[in-house]
């Protein structure tokens, strides 16, 4: 193929156009994909046809967006058994790993951890009153009581840090910095109720920074005042 055919006057590839459209009709399939699995599991009650339909969707736009990007950018095209290698090899890849880590997921627990916020919210609806079904050969759920230290080390520590210091690990990424709570001027303009305020509805509802965002739809009131306690416990004397 001459250099004229491969490209076009501009020095763009011919097939950029063409990759470009590729890409916005799998953005909206990516959008829309999960919406309808909702949409069956709300009609049907049917879960698992809702999270194959998921995984489809997620996992085959993946792997053709990968296809995409070794036929036209990464100059394989001609090289069709080595990309079909590639291929078959990172989906058994992935089939290991799903296969491994979905089960202790599913579970909310593994070998070396647990999820103490799902098992939270499964204890809260329960409370609630909300119906569930349980198999007769299926343990009964067991009651996980809300431990704010715990919570706060799974939920805040990864911006605000474990004591409070705003040096957690997402924390250094972020603009602005999160806030030392260990810091005299921190409280110079702030008092219980703000810390509430915040944590109900998020930082921008005080007009702080939106990257702080509202965790009432997680934590119900008590839970919340609990959290604003532990925040107060890193206050300088």
């Known amino acids: 193929m001459s250099d004229h055919q ?7 590839h011919v097939n ?15 959008v829309v994909g999960p919406i309808v699995a909702d949409v069956i599991r709300e009609v049907t009650g ?12 997620a996992f085959g736009i993946a792997v053709y967006k990968a296809k995409l990007v070794i036929e036209n950018f990464m100059h394989l095209k001609w090289e069709k058994r080595i990309m079909k290698w590639m291929l ?9 790993m799903f296969a491994g880590i979905s089960p202790d997921v599913m579970n909310h627990e593994g070998n070396n951890w647990r999820n103490v916020a799902a098992e939270a919210a499964v204890a809260r609806g329960i409370d609630s009153g909300e119906e569930e079904v349980v198999e007769e050969d299926t343990a009964p759920a067991v009651e996980v009581a809300f431990d704010v230290e715990s919570m706060f080390n799974i939920v805040c520590a990864t911006c605000h840090g474990s ?17 030392s709570f260990a810091d005299p001027e921190f409280w110079e303009t ?3 109720d703000r810390i509430v305020q915040v944590i109900t509805n998020g930082a921008a509802s005080v007009g702080g920074s939106p990257l702080m965002v509202a965790w009432s739809a997680s934590f119900d009131e008590g839970q919340i005042q609990e959290f604003a ?3 107060q416990t890193f206050r300088p004397n």
Do not use: C, N, Q
């Not at 491969?6 to 763009?12: F, P, Q, S, V, Y």
């Not at 950029?16 to 990516?30: A, D, M, P, W």
């Not at 990172?90 to 089939?95: D, G, H, Q």
């Open 229 to 231: 306690d532990y925040v």
């Open 88 to 96: 078959t090899t990172s989906l058994l890849l992935m089939a290991l």
């Open 6 to 12: 491969e490209h076009h006057d501009d020095g763009h």
């Open 46 to 57: 049917v879960a698992w046809v809702a999270t194959l339909l998921t995984l489809v969707t």
């Open 190 to 192: 702030r008092d219980r």
């Open 16 to 30: 950029y156009f063409k990759i470009y459209i590729i890409l916005l009709v799998l953005l909206v399939i990516s």
């Open 163 to 179: 004591e409070g210091l705003g040096d957690g690990p997402a924390g250094a990424a972020l603009d602005p910095r999160p806030a």
